[in-house]
Nanobody
Framework: QVQLVESGGGLVQAGGSLRLSCAAS????????MGWYRQAPGKQRELVAD???????NYATSVKGRFTISRDNAKNTVYLQMNSLKPEDTLAYYC??????????????WGQGTQVTVSS
């Protein structure tokens, strides 16, 4: 199994910054894509940003220019630097990783979620 552990959420004022981290561990052969999603109560989880093992990135339109995703392949860790935070960024953020485990079987794992709250 592959486990994801997130950290870095919290409370910040509008215009402030937070950095989320997510470390993957377990029976990992390779991780193809790591990403961050967010979810409002009663709504579908939406992509915030993701990054491939080669460094290609995708961002939601609403966060382009404010958020930056990066990863450390050696540490199986992905980061999300969030700047110029807005009250509408207040959501639960979830880490995701997809790849192959040690049995060369595909995995698609999620973290437990971390709350980001932006006060106006």
């Amino acid at each position: 199994q592959v486990q994801l552990v997130e950290s870095g959420g919290g409370l910040v004022q509008a215009g402030g910054s937070l950095r989320l981290s997510c470390a993957a561990s377990g029976s990992i052969f390779s991780i193809n894509v790591m990403g961050w999603y967010r979810q409002a109560p009663g709504k579908q989880r939406e992509l915030v940003a993701d990054i491939s093992s080669g460094g290609s990135t995708n961002y939601a339109t609403s966060v382009k220019g404010r958020f930056t995703i990066s990863r450390d392949n050696a540490k199986n860790t992905v980061y999300l630097q969030m700047n110029s935070l807005k009250p509408e960024d207040t959501l639960a953020y979830y880490c995701n990783a997809r790849g192959l485990d040690s049995r060369l079987l595909r995995f698609d794992s999620w973290g437990q979620g971390t709350q980001v709250t932006v006060s106006s």
